[in-house]
């Protein structure tokens, strides 16, 4: 079954503005991770943010959790053409078995 | 380095026809291990994951199996394929502990015609 559930389904953007893609959850978590999916490809990792932190920094990523709404955000500022995915959200609970959203797909254009 | 190598990238199989994907893990030891499943225009559903040889626990009940031969090595199997298991099959592993990403395969597209 499929924890997360990303918002929105879909975003098309310009390049150089900033893209935010939102989580929800319904259990408790160990930890949470986004992943970068490009066509066709496999999924990269791209950050991970465990249950007691609210917010973390990679790059151009910024990452935000929020426990007690059993949700999160991924920004990503100064988007690019290359930032063109889909973006997924996942879940850790129990054993390290990560449960993935359906995704956002991502378009930034030239 | 650490690398996961997955193939084939590709496959076309009849219906009823066998399969066999292989997984395998260079440059660590004792991986956990994890087969998912992508349909067209949805998430990854979990399918099979390994903690150790010949481990395996299954989340989605179907026709497909997966084995753990050897620590770095995770191979998933039908005997008899059927149309609704066409997607996206992808492995991944992680170390065995919470807290750490997973890395993935470059995946292997199945069509069963």
Known sequence: ?110 | SQTIHQWPATLVQPVGSPLSLECTVEGTSNPNLYWYRQAAGRGLQLLFYSVGIGQISSEVPQNLSASRPQDRQFILSSKKLLLSDSGFYLCAWTMDRVGYGYTFGSGTRLTVV
């Open chain 1, 1 to 110: 079954s499929q924890q997360g559930e990303e918002d929105p389904q879909a975003l098309s953007i310009q390049e150089g503005e900033n893209a935010t893609m939102n989580c929800s959850y319904k259990t408790s978590i160990n930890n949470l991770q986004w992943y970068r999916q490009n066509s066709g490809r496999g999924l990269v990792h791209l950050i991970l943010i465990r249950s007691n932190e609210r917010e973390k920094h990679s790059g151009r990523l910024r990452v935000t959790l929020d426990t007690s709404k059993k949700s999160s955000s991924l920004l990503i500022t100064a988007s690019r053409a290359a930032d063109t995915a889909s973006y997924f959200c996942a879940t850790v609970s129990g054993y390290s078995t990560l449960t993935f959203g359906k995704g956002t797909m991502l378009l930034v254009s030239p």
